[in-house]
Structures are given as structure tokens and as C-alpha cells.
């Protein structure tokens, strides 16, 4: 049973809301006194006792579940609009692109862009009521694409590009749109990938796969020593881009993700030299 926010307080949706990021910024967001539509799949009871959270039942890829959610909360802010859509569902797919199986890489895009974009189009009439903003969860990989993990890369550049395009479209109807650049946070998201990215693997052809194996082998060392910081972090960084007066276009979250961006800024042959030092895929023999 949902417990009840105080009736002029600020209402939010969020997607992924059972996730790590999702369920930090789902409590952040009820202890600042928040009612906090948390999107979920699934009944998620870990959100449960939270003061003035609602669990909605939103599967992003599916239309009608997005449709169906916007119409309960718009039932239930009864014309008080909303104060900020977030869009955090996503997942990650890697491997090289040449396995990636073609359904992963739609599932990428439609849990990644055409989520958010169906969701934005049916919450926008709740975002204008309550002149609200509009906050999309990037990742360092939209200016980045990392070797190896081309899906969720490509999947957050075109998120990157639908916020770019949708702040000017927004912009001029007073809703503001902000993008939130988390860098490596403690969450299910790299072990659901790393398992996606296994049965994958296992499915594809072995003298194809044979080819890969050495630089596989050097990301999977380089991603074991990536350092990761809790999701609270990207919680503190959403709070604050929904509670600035005039929102920058973009937040960075967290520290490591300013090395990506100088990075992404770099000529490509200068930027592939340094990626492929730092990742050790110049000491990973060629198959
Ligand atoms: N963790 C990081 O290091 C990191 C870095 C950069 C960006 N990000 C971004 O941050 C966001 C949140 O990621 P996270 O780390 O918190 O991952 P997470 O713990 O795996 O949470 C992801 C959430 O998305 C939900 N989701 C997946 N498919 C969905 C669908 N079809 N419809 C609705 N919800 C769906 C999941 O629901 P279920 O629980 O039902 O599966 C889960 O609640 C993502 O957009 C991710 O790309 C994360």
C-alpha cells in the first residue's frame, strides 16, 4: 500500500524506478517530499514503505503500458500536471557488432530511445500542465562509444540527440530539457549485460567468436578494474537538475565521466590510439 505525500506536494515520474539509479533517486526524491510515481514492471517491494511513492506498471517498449500509465497519472494529479518526467529504464548490450544478434540491438534501441520517446510523447500533456522538465539518463558511451559495446553507445547517442532537438521543441512551451551523464554506478545493470552478452556469445558461430577472443579477453580485464561509485551519487545530480531555478542543458554525475567527454573532443585518430592504450587492446594479439 502506497503511503500518502502531502497533497500540494511536487509529483515526479520516473521509469526503471526498481532499478539502482531508479530506486536512489525514487527515495531521494520521497525524502525531499516528493510524490513519486515510481514506473516499474513488476510489484517492487523494496519501494513499498517509501512515504509518498505510487507504483505505476509501465513496460517502455510496450505503447499501451506507457499510454495506460500516463492515463493513471494523470487520474490521479486530477489536472496539478507534473514537475518532472525521468526517463531511466535502459539497459546495456555489448560484444563485438559483428555478434551482437540483430534482436539484442533492437532491443537496445527499443528499451533505449523508443521508450523515452514514447513516454515523453504521452507525458508531455502533464509536463505542460505543471510547466515541468523533462530529465533523459544518458551515459559517457552518447560521446564515447566505447570498442565492444557499440549497441548501448549508439543507443545513448541518439538519446543525446532526441533531448538536443526536443529542448528547443519543449523550450518554447516552458518545459526544460535536461540530460543526466552518470558515470560508472554500482547497479544490476553490468552483470544483466555481462549475462546477455554470455548467451550471445555462446550462440555465435566459433570461428567468428575465435577472431574476437583476445580483445574481449582485454576488456573484460579493463572493465574488472573500472571503479564504480554508488547510485545516490546520480540521485544527488537528478535532485539537482529538477530543483535548479534555470536547469543547464546537461549534469555530469560523477568525476569519471569528464575524462570520456575530453576525450570524445579529441581528433579519431588520436582519441582510437589513447582508447586502445587505456583499454590494453594494443597488448591483445590479433587471432
Ligand atoms: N549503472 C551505470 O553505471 C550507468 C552509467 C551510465 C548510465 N546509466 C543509465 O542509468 C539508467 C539506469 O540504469 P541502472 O544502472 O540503474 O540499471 P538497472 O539497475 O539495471 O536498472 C534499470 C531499470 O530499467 C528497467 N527496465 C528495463 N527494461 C524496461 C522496460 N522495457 N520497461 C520499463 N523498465 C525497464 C529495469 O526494470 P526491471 O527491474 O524490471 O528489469 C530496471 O528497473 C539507464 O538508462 C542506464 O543506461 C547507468
Redesign the pocket.
Known sequence: MAQVAAKNARAVFI??????????TTRALAQRGYRVYA????E?PHLRELVGVEQIR?????PE?VAAAAEEVTRLQDGQGLHAVI??????IQGPLELVPAEDLRRQF???VF?PAEVTRAFAPLLREGRGRLIN?????ARLAMPFASP?SAS?AALDAISDAARIEFGAQGIAVVTV??????????A?AEAAADSALAAADPVRLELYRPQLAAMGAAQAKMR?SE?GK?ADTILKALEAARPRARYVANPDVRPALILSRLPAWLRDRMLIAMLGLNKAKAA
Open positions: 521509469t526503471g524506478a526498481a532499478g539502482g539509479i531508479g530506486t536512489a514506473g516499474v514492471r513488476g517492487t509501465i513496460d517502455v517498449t510496450d503500458s526517463n531511466n529504464a535502459g539497459i546495456m527499443a528499451i533505449n521508450g539518463i544518458s551515459a559517457p558511451t548501448i545513448k551523464i552518470p558515470g560508472a554506478a554500482e547497479t544490476e545493470l553490468f544483466k564504480t547510485p546520480v
